[in-house]
């Protein structure tokens, strides 16, 4: 019986767009490689010892302070992502190594400028993202997916959280359409740019204060709106506790919330929901 990767293609189409990252005797198998491999046994050119090591081999770098994941592309359809707050620059620079060694691309976030020096100097590549607090690292940038996400911004307070994902989402393939500074106090600066935000496959709303933005753009849009409420605000709105309540409780119809701040999820959730659009 024929399993449904029985053609090589179909096996490596399955783990995502250009993404799959395996180990085989300890050197990195990009997707074209694992490709030939599998056609190669196909063809009785290779045994199945050998395919078998590099589909099982050990999915971890292990750094002592680390655990490397190396195998998250091939479950995630994107490399593991740096979290860099509270990490040393060497820390940072040594987990990025290991992943520039094997990917095509890194995004690190929440990085310092003293930790984008040290990537900056190790990594001719890497390009700090200064506003958005990230660094990204491209041997071969994606190719864009067609439609676009839509990143709207309720103040430029909350610049830093939309660029996030702005960047997020552009480094995993997408085009993004940034809107900024439409916020409910002048909600005619939002009318103005609604045929932009209208036409994404998705949006995401970036909003502080008392939130109310997503609840206004999930109203006017039929596309999934995922809403990030921001930690700036006076003290009532408690460091994004209150926008976050807000957006939680929005009468407006599939709203999803993410995490206070949290950009990068906004963005790799849009980039998922994106994908699936263009059928991957």
């Not at 190669?40 to 655990?67: E, I, M, T």
């Not at 740019?193 to 006017?220: D, H, K, T, Y």
Request: with cysteine.
């Amino acid at each position: 019986m024929r399993s449904r990767y029985s053609s090589p293609h179909n096996a490596c189409r399955h783990f995502g767009r250009d993404r799959l990252v395996l180990s085989w005797q300890g050197f990195g198998v990009t997707t074209t490689e694992a490709i030939r491999l599998l056609e190669k046994f196909r063809a009785g050119g290779v045994g199945r010892d050998k395919v078998l090591r590099a589909f099982q081999a050990a999915p971890v770098a292990d750094l002592g302070f680390a655990q490397v994941d190396t195998h998250r592309a091939l479950r995630r359809g994107f490399p593991e992502v740096i979290f860099g707050a509270g990490k040393t620059p060497d820390q940072m620079a040594k987990i990025a190594a290991k992943l520039v060694a094997r990917e095509q691309r890194v995004l690190i976030t929440r990085v310092a400028p003293e930790h984008a020096r040290r990537l900056r100097r190790q990594f001719k590549r890497a390009v700090y993202h200064e506003l958005a607090r990230c660094v990204t690292i491209e041997r071969k940038p994606l190719p864009k997916r067609p439609g676009t996400i839509a990143v709207v911004c309720a103040g430029t307070s909350d610049l830093p959280v939309a660029e996030e994902a702005a960047v997020t989402a552009e480094i995993m393939g997408n085009r993004v359409d940034r809107v900024s500074d439409v916020g409910v106090a002048g909600v005619h600066r939002l009318f103005g740019r609604l045929e932009i935000i209208q036409r994404a496959n998705v949006v995401i709303v970036v909003a502080g204060m008392e939130g109310a933005l997503p609840s206004v753009v999930a109203g006017l849009v039929a596309r999934p709106v995922i809403a990030v409420p921001t930690s700036i605000g006076y003290g009532a709105s408690f460091s994004g506790l209150a926008p976050l309540l807000g957006m939680l409780n929005s009468c407006a119809s599939g709203l999803t919330v993410v995490n206070i701040d949290n950009g990068f999820g906004a963005g790799y959730a849009a980039s998922q929901i994106n994908g699936l659009v263009a059928g991957e």
